[in-house]
């Protein structure tokens, strides 16, 4: 039986309702979804992070710039890492480096630490 469990709703901090936007996604079988929301300080300011864990479905909603990325868990040698557009974020314990891919492989990332 298929049931729609997993519902992320992103706001943007701009002040307006015109700026919410939801999105449903149906997962099979699905008890619970483990939310988590961080902020990271970063060098250029914090980036907003929200955690969406369902038996194995792993979603982040990174603000990057003011807009919405929506990431999926993809593979990782060490730690969590989502892909999402142009972006990379691995995040590591208190840690996270964003990585813009448009600005090419050798590109260093944004490196960010968890706020307390």
Same mark, same amino acid.
């Given at each position: 039986?298929?049931?729609?469990?997993?519902?992320?709703?992103?706001?943007?901090?701009?002040?307006?309702?015109?700026?919410?936007?939801?999105?449903?996604? *149906?997962?099979?079988?699905?008890?619970?979804?483990?939310?988590?929301?961080?902020?990271?300080?970063?060098?250029?300011? *914090?980036?907003?992070?929200?955690?969406?864990?369902?038996?194995?479905?792993?979603?982040?909603?990174?603000?990057? *710039?003011?807009?919405?990325?929506?990431?999926?868990?993809?593979?990782?040698?060490?730690?969590?890492?989502?892909?999402?557009?142009?972006?990379?974020?691995?995040?590591?314990?208190?840690?996270?480096?964003?990585?813009?891919?448009?600005?090419?492989?050798?590109? *260093?990332?944004?490196?960010?630490?968890?706020?307390?």
């Amino acid at each position: 039986m298929r049931r729609s469990i997993l519902a992320l709703v992103s706001t943007l901090a701009l002040g307006s309702s015109a700026f919410a936007a939801t999105l449903e996604i *149906d997962l099979p079988d699905v008890e619970s979804v483990e939310t988590t929301a961080v902020t990271y300080a970063c060098p250029d300011g *914090d980036i907003d992070a929200t955690y969406y864990n369902a038996d194995g479905n792993s979603l982040a909603v990174v603000i990057i *710039d003011g807009n919405p990325v929506v990431m999926s868990n993809v593979l990782a040698a060490s730690g969590a890492k989502y892909a999402g557009g142009p972006y990379i974020w691995w995040t590591k314990g208190d840690n996270a480096d964003l990585y813009d891919l448009m600005k090419g492989e050798d590109a *260093d990332p944004v490196s960010c630490t968890a706020k307390d």
